[in-house]
């Protein structure tokens, strides 16, 4: 269980509810993550890694593998919301922290947007007669609503949504392999390597894509205060999560790859109308399976993902707000549902603001995706910073695995991918963390520079009392 007084030790009240279970906390980040997520990007990541769409997952899970090891270093040093805005702030420096909350915003506050977006265009394919702006009012509305009522309503709705998505899936993955088996399609290990157009920066290009995916594991670390077994849940909740929906990724996109009617077309056009995976599950089945996937596809991004991202979107501007770096209003939980209720409002009014926009956008939906995953391998970056420097650093921790070779490899590999990213990505995150340094260049010479409360000088562990 749970210590009723860990938030006091950092000059907080426990005023979010404790309602959620390790299994809440797994159907929480499998929702999050989509298990059917990479139906609606599968065409971009097989154009973007030359046919190999099943090695960068599974090289997006080996990556991410070691920042979820992290994240459960830090969430068990600070067993509070907000991610890493606090475990760099606590465990780096207060201003390294509003960086790393202004750069994590560029993920979270953009992925409800893009959710509804992708969602709503999908639905007006579906049903013309329905513009886009419809859907996207109507699934902001209904999220909005259910997170406003509490954490509870919230968990119970998503283990609903996530049977669907696990039932459309199982659906799939059954057709698709009877098919390959009566000899549709053609079995191979493309999926997995093809000496003719592989090379490593291919890949790592094709991984930034492929992470979209995976968002959303990091997303359970903003729960540690509604956890009602405490913060060492949240670590074992974010490995199986990432584990689970990791194998459903790459079994999924490996069956697709081998039924794809135009592989050659496919590598060269891309998938400019997202409907490759649609395609892929046509030839497996006809279009009742191909319609299947897609009215999942876009129900599961509308409606459970986008609810579970704006819970973690409304936790973070919470906690930054608490801490009086973003304004104050944004701090208030309501009192009968213990669920930041101004936060949870305010993230539902800019997705639906940004969603309108983008949807006038002919690259609305790609800019949104690259701008989201250059905030997010930013923000795992500091990530593995902040284990190093406050266990092995500032604590003089001698766990060696733990705390240096373990963040150090997932900082090795996430950088890298970072560095093969789309350039556009790089310029706009670039552009954006400029800003938010700007913005704490004007904190500072206002006289309000970051402070986060309970803060003391650290002592260092005891050799005999060390844990791995």
Same mark, same amino acid.
């Not at 990541?45 to 997006?60: D, T």
């Not at 996207?136 to 283990?159: D, E, M, P």
């Not at 081998?258 to 060269?268: E, K, Q, T, W």
């Given at each position: 269980?749970?210590?009723?007084?860990?938030?006091?030790?950092?000059?907080?009240?426990?005023?979010?509810?404790?309602?959620?279970?390790?299994?809440?906390?797994?159907?929480?980040?499998?929702?999050?993550?989509?298990?059917?997520?990479?139906?609606?990007?599968?065409?971009?990541?097989?154009?973007?890694?030359?046919?190999?769409?099943?090695?960068?997952?599974?090289?997006?899970?080996?990556?991410?593998?070691?920042?979820?090891?992290?994240?459960?270093?830090?969430?068990?040093?600070?067993?509070?919301?907000?991610?890493?805005?606090?475990? !760099?702030?606590?465990?780096? =420096?207060?201003? #390294?922290?509003?960086?790393?909350? +202004? &750069?994590? /915003? *560029?993920?979270? @506050?953009? %992925?409800?947007?893009?959710?509804?977006?992708? !969602?709503?265009?999908?639905? =007006?394919?579906? #049903?013309?007669?329905?513009?886009? +702006? &419809?859907? /996207? *009012?109507?699934? @902001?509305? %209904?999220?909005?609503?259910?997170?406003?009522?509490?954490?509870?309503?919230?968990?119970?709705?998503?283990?609903?949504?996530?049977?669907?998505?696990?039932?459309?899936?199982?659906?799939?993955?059954?057709?698709?392999?009877?098919?390959?088996?009566?000899?549709?399609?053609?079995?191979?290990?493309?999926?997995?390597?093809?000496?003719?157009?592989?090379?490593?920066?291919?890949?790592?290009?094709?991984?930034?894509?492929?992470?979209?995916?995976?968002?959303?594991?990091?997303?359970?670390?903003?729960?540690?205060?509604?956890?009602?077994?405490?913060?060492?849940?949240?670590?074992?909740?974010?490995?199986?999560?990432?584990?689970?929906?990791?194998?459903?990724?790459?079994?999924?996109?490996?069956?697709?790859?081998?039924?794809?009617?135009?592989?050659?077309?496919?590598?060269?056009?891309?998938?400019?109308?997202?409907?490759?995976?649609?395609?892929?599950?046509?030839?497996?089945?006809?279009?009742?399976?191909?319609?299947?996937?897609?009215?999942?596809?876009?129900?599961?991004?509308?409606?459970?993902?986008?609810?579970?991202?704006?819970?973690?979107?409304?936790?973070?501007?919470?906690?930054?707000?608490?801490?009086?770096?973003?304004?104050?209003?944004?701090?208030?939980?309501?009192?009968?549902?213990?669920?930041?209720?101004?936060?949870?409002?305010?993230?539902?009014?800019?997705?639906?603001?940004?969603?309108?926009?983008?949807?006038?956008?002919?690259?609305?939906?790609?800019?949104?995706?690259?701008?989201?995953?250059?905030?997010?391998?930013?923000?795992?970056?500091?990530?593995?910073?902040?284990?190093?420097?406050?266990?092995?650093?500032?604590?003089?921790?001698?766990?060696?695995?733990?705390?240096?070779?373990?963040?150090?490899?997932?900082?090795?590999?996430?950088?890298?991918?970072?560095?093969?990213?789309?350039?556009?990505?790089?310029?706009?995150?670039?552009?954006?963390?400029?800003?938010?340094?700007?913005?704490?260049?004007?904190?500072?010479?206002?006289?309000?520079?970051?402070?986060?409360?309970?803060?003391?000088?650290?002592?260092?562990?005891?050799?005999?009392?060390?844990?791995?």
């Amino acid at each position: 269980m749970y210590d009723p007084d860990e938030l006091l030790r950092y000059g907080y009240q426990q005023e979010l509810s404790r309602q959620l279970r390790f299994r809440d906390l797994v159907a929480y980040g499998l929702v999050y993550m989509v298990p059917i997520a990479p139906m609606a990007i599968f065409g971009s990541v097989y154009a973007a890694s030359g046919g190999m769409v099943g090695l960068a997952y599974a090289i997006g899970v080996a990556a991410l593998v070691f920042t979820a090891f992290s994240y459960a270093q830090m969430v068990k040093a600070f067993p509070m919301s907000g991610s890493v805005y606090n475990y !760099a702030g606590r465990g780096i =420096h207060p201003a #390294v922290g509003f960086l790393a909350g +202004w &750069v994590i /915003l *560029l993920d979270y @506050v953009l %992925v409800p947007g893009l959710l509804y977006l992708v !969602a709503s265009v999908a639905m =007006h394919a579906s #049903v013309p007669s329905a513009p886009v +702006w &419809v859907w /996207l *009012l109507g699934f @902001v509305a %209904v999220n909005t609503v259910v997170n406003s009522v509490g954490i509870r309503l919230t968990a119970a709705v998503t283990r609903v949504m996530l049977l669907g998505e696990l039932i459309a899936l199982g659906i799939f993955l059954v057709v698709a392999a009877a098919a390959l088996a009566s000899g549709k399609g053609r079995f191979s290990w493309e999926a997995f390597y093809n000496p003719q157009t592989f090379t490593w920066s291919l890949i790592a290009g094709a991984v930034s894509v492929a992470v979209l995916s995976f968002l959303g594991f990091d997303g359970i670390s903003m729960l540690a205060e509604e956890t009602r077994d405490g913060s060492r849940q949240i670590g074992r909740a974010m490995a199986a999560v990432l584990v689970l929906a990791g194998v459903l990724f790459i079994a999924q996109t490996w069956l697709a790859a081998m039924l794809v009617p135009d592989p050659a077309g496919l590598l060269h056009a891309g998938d400019p109308n997202g409907t490759a995976f649609y395609d892929a599950a046509g030839s497996a089945g006809g279009d009742w399976l191909a319609t299947l996937c897609a009215v999942a596809t876009a129900i599961a991004w509308g409606l459970p993902n986008s609810m579970v991202a704006q819970v973690a979107t409304s936790r973070l501007l919470y906690a930054m707000a608490r801490d009086r770096q973003l304004p104050r209003f944004l701090a208030k939980v309501s009192l009968r549902r213990s669920v930041p209720i101004n936060a949870t409002l305010l993230t539902g009014a800019v997705s639906l603001t940004l969603g309108l926009y983008m949807a006038t956008r002919t690259d609305g939906i790609t800019l949104l995706s690259s701008l989201i995953n250059f905030g997010a391998m930013v923000a795992f970056l500091v990530l593995q910073v902040c284990v190093v420097v406050h266990h092995l650093i500032r604590r003089r921790s001698h766990n060696w695995w733990a705390h240096l070779v373990m963040p150090a490899a997932g900082f090795v590999i996430l950088a890298y991918v970072v560095v093969n990213a789309n350039i556009a990505a790089q310029r706009l995150g670039l552009a954006w963390l400029a800003l938010g340094v700007l913005v704490l260049a004007g904190l500072y010479a206002a006289g309000r520079r970051p402070v986060l409360s309970g803060l003391a000088p650290v002592q260092p562990l005891r050799r005999d009392v060390e844990k791995v």
